[in-house]
C-alpha cells in the first residue's frame, strides 16, 4: 500500500471538481477451500460513486460514506455483511470472507466508467497500477461501453490528447468523438475459425461519450 500522489503525470492541477478518491485492496478467501487461497483485486472507492467489483459468485458493489465507512451490496443485497471503513473493511457472502484496505484518500480530476462492469477506473498510470481497467480505446467509444465523471473539461482534454480522433467539446454532460475506421465489407469462409476478411473500406464514425450521470432533467 502506498499514499496517493494523483495526477503526477497527467495533470498539473486539480479543478474544483475533482473526485474524492481511495485506491483499495479487495481480498477474498472462499469458504471451505483448505488451501486458503487469497485472491486480491484493486478497486478505486469513493463517496461519488459506487464501484463494482467481481469475484466468481461474488459481487461487490461498494461506496463510501462521508465518515469513510464501507456501504453498499453484496451480490445484490443491500449492506449485507459490510462492515468497517476504507481503512480496515469486511465483506462476506455464502461463497467468500472478504476485507478492504485502501489508501489515504487523494483526488482525481475525472474517472471512467466501464459499462459491461460498472467499474469506474482512472488512466492516471500511477494510480492505476495493478487495477484490471485503466485504459480507454476508440472501439469502446465505438460500442457505448464508456462514460466519465467529474471534471468534463479535463476528460475532453485527455481524450483529444490520447486518442487518434477529432474530439470536440459538446458540454459539461457530452464529448463527441469522430474519426475513420477500416471495416470489412467482404467476407469469405462460412466458419468462425475460417472467415477471411477480402475487402476493407474506410467509413467515418462519430460516437458520444456522456456524463455517467446523464443529463439534468430540463423540467426540474
Known sequence: MR????????????????????????????KGDRTQYVWTKKLLLSPAFTNTQDFHNTKVELRVQASGVLAGAVNGQPNFLISGDV????????????????????????VFQFKPWKQYFTVDAFVSQGHIQ?????????????????????????????????????DEYEIEMSWT?????????????????????????TRKVMSCNGRPDPRS
Not at 475532453?156 to 474530439?167: I, R, T, V
Not at 467476407?187 to 476493407?200: A, K, L, M
Open 134 to 170: 485503466n485504459s480507454v480505446s476508440l472501439s469502446q467509444i465505438d460500442h457505448n461501453l464508456l462514460c466519465f465523471m467529474g471534471d468534463a473539461a479535463l476528460a475532453f482534454k485527455f481524450l483529444s490528447e490520447n486518442l487518434n480522433a477529432q474530439a470536440r467539446f459538446v
Open 181 to 205: 475506421q477500416k471495416d470489412c465489407v467482404r467476407s469469405i469462409g462460412t466458419n468462425p475459425d475460417d472467415i477471411e476478411c477480402v475487402e476493407y473500406q474506410d467509413r467515418a464514425r
Open 3 to 30: 499514499i496517493l500522489l494523483f495526477g503526477i503525470v497527467l495533470f498539473t492541477s486539480l479543478s474544483a471538481l475533482a473526485l474524492p478518491v481511495y485506491n483499495c485492496d479487495l481480498t477474498v478467501v472462499a
Open 87 to 110: 481503512y480496515q473493511g469486511q465483506f462476506e457472502s455464502a461463497f467468500h470472507k472478504g476485507t478492504v484496505k485502501c489508501d489515504s484518500m487523494g483526488q482525481l480530476p475525472f
